[in-house]
């Protein structure tokens, strides 16, 4: 068995079979489909069970009390058998030449992980497509553990795990991934498609500064693996901190009062001075670098870095904020 396909499933009756019948439908097969029902209270585990009897040398399925995603995936992580692993969300999709791709890649060039683009779509249209150029940056862009491949192998020996918080389980484990070895592709394709639903994790819960988003929990749990791995003093590193605390506030303090993102930009940002305390220096915040990023994250972090040395952040969350 070349792939172990992990999807965590939880209440997705609606888009489930999508999802299945995009992966059966591809032009690969040497694969193995893990689908682990996370606690649904829908009709999602009858939709699995019909899919296994169906499919019983294809699909493997799991049944288990809601744990969260970060669990989930790293049960599957242990349930695989083939010598790569990739991870779908129950509500995308894939092409029909997805699976085919990543694994050409990663098999001619011996590789530990390949990393691919993705189009962020509704039922209706494509949102936005994310191409990656073949940048040492492009590693960074996208921390979701989907649109990429991975040697199994190589995830078991170092324990890379998803970690167990509220935000950035993906993040913890692909900084570790990415930072880890250099056998590394970056391939020009896009296939997989990022559902975008409004009633996800991402697109509620973390459009405000709610105490119980543990992010700091996230940022010393990241920051202290690396540096346990001496992987911390990469400018590269230094600087996706920097992206995401921008990211974060930007994204997270969107609906809230400006005395709640006063609050939390001090409180986060003595976190970054205090484990990167020369940030400021980092000459990817510019408008120009790193290579690879999109041009509206560049603007993004350069004036947000420009505003803290003006000291001017307050008052433009007096504007920014609609909480």
């Not at 009897?53 to 288990?64: G, N, S, V």
């Not at 409004?198 to 988003?213: A, D, G, H, R, Y």
Request: proline residues 2%; negative net charge; glycine residues 4%.
């Amino acid at each position: 068995m070349m792939v172990s396909i992990i999807i965590p499933v939880y209440n997705a009756e609606e888009t489930l079979s999508l999802c299945i019948d995009s992966i059966l439908g591809n032009t690969y097969s040497d694969y193995e489909v893990i689908l682990i029902n996370d606690g649904s209270v829908d009709a999602s585990w009858s939709i699995l069970e019909s899919y296994h009897e169906k499919y019983p040398d294809k699909i493997r399925i799991f049944d288990q009390e809601n744990q969260g995603v970060a669990k989930t995936r790293n049960h599957g992580i242990g349930y695989a058998s083939a010598k790569y692993i990739m991870f779908i969300d129950c509500d995308d999709s894939v092409e029909s030449d997805h699976i085919e791709r990543f694994v050409s890649e990663i098999e001619e060039k011996n590789l530990d992980v390949v990393i691919g683009g993705y189009k962020r779509t509704t039922s209706q249209r494509v949102l936005y497509e994310m191409k990656l150029e073949n940048t040492p940056w492009s590693r960074y862009m996208t921390m979701a553990p989907w649109s990429k491949i991975y040697k199994r192998e190589f995830l078991i020996e170092n324990k890379i795990e998803f970690l167990d918080n509220n935000i950035g389980e993906d993040v913890y484990f692909n900084l570790q991934v990415i930072n880890l070895t250099n056998k590394i592709s970056i391939l020009d394709y896009v296939g997989y498609h990022w559902f975008y639903n409004e009633q996800s994790v991402s697109n509620t819960n973390q459009k405000t500064l709610k105490k119980e988003i543990n992010v700091m929990f996230l940022l010393d749990s990241c920051y202290e693996k690396l540096k346990e791995r001496g992987a911390v003093d990469k400018e590269e590193v230094e600087f996706y901190f920097t992206r995401y605390i921008v990211w974060y506030l930007l994204f997270a303090g969107r609906n809230s009062t400006p005395l709640q993102m006063v609050s939390e930009f001090r409180r986060i940002f003595d976190w970054l001075k205090q484990n990167f305390p020369k940030f400021l220096q980092n000459r990817n915040i510019s408008l120009f670098s790193p290579k690879g990023e999109t041009l509206k994250n560049r603007i993004a972090v350069y004036i947000f870095v420009a505003l803290y040395r003006l000291k001017l952040i307050p008052f433009f969350f007096r504007f920014y904020s609609k909480g």
